[in-house]
Every structure is written in C-alpha cells, then in structure tokens.
C-alpha cells in the first residue's frame, strides 16, 4: 500500500531557531516527492518538488533533501519566523499514473517569539 | 500571480440539505482536481478532470457526491444529501497537465460544517 509517514505530528520551537522535519515513504513507483506548507484555513503551497535524481533542494529558509535508497526526506528550516507557523505535508507522486499525490498527515509548526 | 479561486469560503448546513461548492482553476490549467481534507489529516483525491473529462473519480461517493467541468474551465462539487461526516475542507487544485512533476497549485478551500 502506498504510504507516506511524517514526524513529529507537532513541533513547537523559538523564533530563530533551525528544525527539521522528516518524511518516510512506501511509494511504488516513485515519481517524485513534494513539500507543501498549508497555513491555517489555506490551501497547501508548494515549496520543493525533488525527483529520484535530485537530494537536495532549497527555497530560502526552507532545505529539502531526499535519501531514494531509503525513501526518506527530510525539511530542514533555518532560522524560523513567527510566519512559518504552519502544517508542513510531505507528497509523494506515484510514477506511470497521472500525477496521483499521495499525501502525509502533516507535521504541525509553531514558532513562538 | 494568477490563483485558484474558490467558493464560498465558508458553509454551514444541515444534514440532509444540498451544498455546492465552486472552483475557477488558473487559466489554462487544463487538469482540476477536487480534494476532501478532514481535520488534522492530508488532502484526499476525490475527482480529477482532464479539460471536461473525469479521468478519477475511483474515490468520490457517487451516491451523493457529483462533480461538473462542463465547458472544461469552472468546476462544481455537489453534496446531497450533506451528512455529519462531510464536515471537512474541500479543496480545488490544478495544473497545466497531469504529467508528472507538474505542479499542483491550491485554491484556499472551502471549509464545510454539517450541523
């Protein structure tokens, strides 16, 4: 079964501190995977997309890297602001099928001041 | 920069009753999708439309849900009857093209609660 596993659930740091998000995926086949961040009451923004090739990607603050061997990725966010409070979703797309996401629980971020 | 637009953003109903929910995908976005997000969980597929087709409806409750693309453009989700369990974010999304690697972009969502 396709699956895509994300921790911790929920994070609380200091603004200005770093963290790290992690995702585990049982996809087959792997296209390519996906970070999004969805405020409060939107929808989900994309951030990254990184295919079997790439292990890392940057937007800004945000760092993804991706480990294909053992299907693990992981978010990397540096020097946090209040603005990235957030769900993070980790998105796998399955290879071969019409862009099929198949989307993770999400880790919730808070950054307090 | 061009979005997704939904409506409304916001819907209270009760059960039993109709409801509607509208998406404008971004222009020349030929593939629209439809995605019921319960609280605290990640987005779930319920239809894909390529231009005017469906090409995925495999997880839409057909019994009560539907879903229009009529002129290939603007979308429309029904509910009827709307049930307890309904309550969710309804989100629309779409894309140039349903290859893979092409990017998703998200509407805002319209937040349903069923009284």
């Known amino acids: 079964k396709n699956q895509v596993e994300q921790s911790p659930q929920s994070l609380i740091i200091l603004e200005g501190k770093n963290c790290t998000l992690q995702c585990n995926y049982t996809v087959s086949p792997f296209s390519n995977l996906r970070w999004y961040k969805q405020d409060t009451g939107r929808g989900p923004v994309s951030l990254t997309i990184m295919t079997f090739s790439e292990n890392t990607k940057s937007n800004g603050r945000y760092t993804a890297t991706l480990d294909a061997d053992t299907k693990q990725s992981s978010l990397h966010i540096t020097a946090s602001q209040l603005s990235d409070s957030a769900s993070y979703i980790c998105v796998v797309s399955v290879g071969g099928a019409t862009n099929k996401l198949i989307f993770g629980t999400g880790t919730l971020l808070a950054v307090q001041p | 920069e061009a979005e997704v637009a939904q409506s409304p953003r916001y819907k209270i109903t009760e059960k039993s009753q109709a409801v509607a929910f509208w998406c404008d995908p971004i222009?020349?976005?030929?593939?629209l999708y439809w995605y019921r997000q319960i609280l605290g969980q990640g987005p779930e597929l319920l239809v894909q439309f390529q231009d005017e087709s469906v090409v995925d409806d495999s997880q839409l409750p057909k019994d009560r849900f539907s879903a229009e693309r009529l002129k290939g453009v603007d979308s429309t989700l029904k509910i009827q009857p709307a049930e307890l369990g309904d309550s969710a974010m309804y989100l629309c999304?779409?894309?140039?093209?349903?290859?893979?690697?092409?990017?998703?972009?998200f509407g805002p969502g319209t937040r349903l609660l069923v009284l």
């Open positions: 999304a779409s894309s140039l093209g349903d290859r893979e690697k092409v990017a998703q972009y």
């Open positions: 222009s020349g976005h030929a593939t």
